[in-house]
């Protein structure tokens, strides 16, 4: 249920992630036991400094980080509705924000940040696993095929209208809008568009020998307007400096879902 987890430690320069992070509609559970960060979306003057502990669900706009000091941090990604259910709320006001988890979950925060402090990475993993079992205690069949649904309009239903889409999925339009909502706090549609461009991501930086043109047609736009308008409105940049972006970070498709560093060529 957890997508990835990670850590990272060392100096700011060794440690921090270079390049762009893409938005992908999941959210981010990060705790860090050294300097914080700081951040910035990508085209705001600013960099705001990280809490200790936060979630970021990233629904827009690419995502940067530089740093000070001794980096050392342990993250983990999960789908918004296993968020939801962790933080045992809706996630419809939290997207593309940093929120202390303090400010949703209390002193468990700091109880928390206490325990992984005083072991290894492989004990910080196995502590926070044990917290994500114990914070899903109201999973149940309802966040499953919310889980599901989810993952379903994300990597596998680029194509067709959302009611076309709902009814391939045994849902009617309604109940497939209402459940997104209550789970995920985003629309069938914003999902669906989120999956669309991340394959877009990937065959941008994996694909070279495909021009723009190919990539809209094969990620299902009317022409190579509509997909650099919708690309660089979601993203934030488009997608030929997309493409030309030597470190970016993106969720893609497949047996195994994992975030992609592309290098430079």
């Known amino acids: 249920m957890i997508r990835a987890v990670w850590a990272a430690h060392g100096t700011a320069d060794e440690a921090v992630l270079p390049g762009l992070v893409a938005p992908d509609s999941h959210v981010e559970f990060v705790f860090h036991l050294g300097s914080p960060w700081r951040m910035k979306r990508l085209g705001q003057p600013d960099w705001t400094q990280q809490p200790k502990a936060f979630i970021y669900g990233q629904n827009r706009c690419c995502l ?82 919310a889980q599901r649904l989810f993952d379903e309009v994300l990597w596998r239903r680029h194509h067709g209208t959302m009611p076309k889409v709902a009814n391939a999925l045994g849902a009617s339009g309604r109940s497939l809008r209402r459940t997104f909502a209550n789970h995920a706090g985003l629309s069938p549609k914003e999902v669906q568009l989120s999956g669309r461009l991340l394959t877009a991501c990937a065959l941008l930086h994996e694909r070279h020998e495909l021009n723009v043109t190919d990539i809209a047609d094969q990620t299902g736009f009317y022409d190579h307007a509509a997909f650099t308008h919708a690309f660089a409105s979601r993203v934030g940049l488009g997608p030929v400096r997309f493409r030309e972006e030597p470190f970016v970070f993106y969720e893609r498709g497949g047996q195994e879902l994992q975030a992609t560093a592309q290098l430079p060529r």
């Open 64 to 145: 940067q980080f530089t740093g000070t000091g001794e980096v050392s941090l342990v993250a983990f990604r999960v789908n918004p509705v296993i968020a939801a259910t962790l933080l045992r709320r809706p996630m419809a006001d939290l997207w593309d924000q940093c929120v202390p988890l303090e400010d949703l979950i209390g002193s468990e925060t700091s109880e928390l940040l206490d325990r992984l402090r005083k072991v290894t990475d492989a004990d910080r993993f196995r502590i926070l696993g044990q917290w994500v079992r114990r914070r899903l205690s109201g999973w149940d069949a309802d966040c499953r095929n």
